[in-house]
């Protein structure tokens, strides 16, 4: 996204709300993040903390299933086009995941639509 130039007067200014991150974060500052894992499938939260494959993610869901979206990366840069398809299981206060091998930072446009599925349960 490029900021957007005002020119007032022969000097340029640069509105402040055009330089903003395009990734979601919190009030705390943590990242929003989809984290793929070896064994235990893939989850989208906040990331706490991270040593080595081990990641700490706290109001966390469950990717259970998604569509919508052709990968995880389209996931987590533009979100779901099919929320009514994705079944996202209820978010989880913290969760520890052990063999983390691809964290995706979530935009906040990607997360908006994350968290407008809604919560399957069966």
């Known amino acids: 996204m490029q900021p957007t130039i005002i020119k007032i007067d022969e000097v340029e200014y640069v509105r402040k709300d055009s330089l903003q991150s395009p990734l979601a974060v919190d009030t705390n500052g943590l990242p929003y993040m989809m984290v793929r894992t070896y064994s235990a499938g893939v989850f989208a939260g ?19 299933y998604w569509d919508g979206a052709a990968s995880l990366s389209q996931l987590a840069t533009e979100g779901t086009k099919k929320p009514q398809n994705c079944k996202f299981p209820c978010p989880v206060g913290s969760i520890v995941l052990t063999q983390a091998i691809e964290l995706i930072p979530i935009t906040e446009k990607a997360k908006k639509s994350i968290e407008g599925v809604p919560v399957w349960t069966q």
């Open 46 to 64: 906040y990331l706490r903390k991270r040593e080595g494959m081990e990641v700490e993610l706290i109001q966390a869901r469950r990717i259970w």
